[in-house]
């Protein structure tokens, strides 16, 4: 990868916000097959891409898309829990769990929370 393009995606990186695939085509120009370049450095992990949807390797869905730009993020402990979500709408969750994959703890964006900590 030649430096100027290096640069290129390097400040893609810093400057982008979710939707990130409406954002990487329409506000950067980047060809399909350009958009691992970029989603690998937001997610900082190991990927997969299917269609407007990212998963881990644990094939757990970490990120999806829809053509309207409403997306969801996710992030899952060691486990495969999913313990944090947010969405595009402003709303939240996050969740606990216990060694034995109890949920022990939940809050979400309204105010709402259990804890049997």
């Known amino acids: ?8 995606i390097d400040y893609i990186v810093s400057d982008i916000e979710a939707p990130y695939f409406i954002n990487v085509r329409d506000n950067y120009g980047l ?12 997610f900082n992990q190991p990927f997969t891409i299917k269609g407007n949807n990212v998963y881990d390797t644990n094939g757990n869905q970490i990120y999806s898309e829809n053509s309207n730009g409403f997306w969801v993020k996710k992030e899952y402990d060691d486990n495969g829990n999913e313990i944090y979500s ?3 709408s402003g709303d939240w969750c996050k969740s606990e769990y216990d060694d034995q994959g109890n949920e022990i703890y ?3 964006s309204n105010g709402y929370i259990i804890d049997d900590r």
Not at 31 to 42: A, F, G, I, N, Q
């Open 1 to 8: 990868m030649n430096v100027k393009y290096k640069k290129y």
């Open 31 to 42: 060809r399909p097959d350009e958009y691992e370049l970029v989603l690998s450095k937001v």
């Open 86 to 88: 947010e969405d595009s």
């Open 106 to 108: 939940y809050e979400n």
